[in-house]
């Protein structure tokens, strides 16, 4: 099965006033004249890395990227203790990659990203379906409380040792409610030791619950970790401002564009069958399973059923 494309550099990029303060990190690469296609990455908070420019053919597409607001290399950073986020969220989210297409002069692209770009792909090809031409995903959500839940506290069963040191942070009160809320409230708190404390308790949780296989943490980088723990709770406290199950239901505002998801079987978000759900509701979208496939994309299997995805939507 084929590997990603050759590492490439982008041929423009900028920043993006989405107003309230705010400014978006985009880039292109590939071809100028190919098909534009735009790449949602996770978390919410995660930013963009070079290695996603490569599930593209270069000499085809067009390959869009950008930083969510206040993460990756878009500015004010959450990392920032007085960076201000309550300007962030997913109306923002989706309204800004309208900016960004009219921006760009787009009239058309294809969605491609994983976990938390998979729920923002989706609302926003819900809301402008003529927008978009094919959609390909990976790491299966739909932005439900069901999801999160299973997250913050559903996989504790499985990973017993790491969920109580990850509640042992919080107040006994705390514990049965919601834990991104409670978290939330820690990293916002004026004592930077507490917030250090709660973003390095939560970025352990993640790592236990998402291994990958290089061994090494995805949050080495302490103002990577701080805006992405404080972006991430921010949005789970609020269901992403989103009416539960609501990317489910109007599932159906999917048809006619062609979908392909890519998902790992081990992918412990499968617990609740968000995958097969979303799958059954769309109906033009495949669902792959790649058997040894976690929620990370660097096994062989995600690779080459990401890249033959949209390899069949070339030109």
């Not at 973003?199 to 943490?217: F, K, L, N, Q, Y």
Request: hydrophobic share 40%; charged share 20%; net charge negative.
């Amino acid at each position: 099965m084929a590997g990603r494309y050759p590492m490439i550099e982008p041929y423009a990029h900028g920043m993006l006033d989405v107003g309230d303060g705010n400014q978006v990190y985009w880039e292109t690469c590939g071809n100028p004249d190919g098909k534009p296609a735009v790449v949602l990455h996770g978390g919410p908070g995660g930013g963009c890395s070079a290695g996603l420019r490569r599930y593209f053919d270069p000499s085809a597409y067009r390959i869009v990227l950008f930083d969510q607001r206040q993460c990756g290399r878009s500015t004010p950073h959450a990392g920032v203790y007085e960076t201000d986020l309550s300007t962030n969220t997913t109306d923002h989210l989706v309204a800004d990659m309208e900016r960004l297409r009219d921006h760009l002069g787009i009239d058309r692209w294809q969605l491609f990203g994983g976990s938390w770009g998979c729920v923002l792909g989706l609302v926003y090809a819900q809301r402008y379906p003529e927008r978009v031409t094919e959609i390909v995903m990976m790491g299966v959500a739909t932005g439900r409380r069901a999801e999160t839940d299973l997250l913050t506290r559903g996989l504790g069963e499985l990973y017993p040792k790491a969920w109580q040191r990850f509640v042992d942070l919080l107040p006994e009160s705390d514990r049965a409610g919601d834990l991104s809320d409670a978290y939330a409230r820690l990293l916002s708190d004026p004592d930077p030791a507490v917030r250090a404390e709660a973003c390095g308790r939560w970025c352990a949780w993640e790592d236990s619950i998402v291994p990958v296989s290089t061994g090494h943490s995805a949050f080495a980088d302490p103002d990577y970790a701080m805006a992405f723990t404080r972006i991430v709770t921010h949005y789970w406290r609020t269901g992403s401002w989103l009416a539960e199950g609501a990317v489910l239901r109007d599932a159906g505002k999917l048809a006619g564009i062609p979908g392909v998801l890519v998902q790992g079987a081990l992918d412990l978000g499968n617990l609740i069958g968000t995958p097969w759900e979303l799958a059954h509701a769309w109906p033009d979208a495949e669902l792959i399973l790649v058997p040894n496939g976690g929620h990370e994309t660097q096994s062989a299997g995600m690779v080459g059923n990401l890249v033959a995805a949209t390899d069949r939507f070339r030109p």
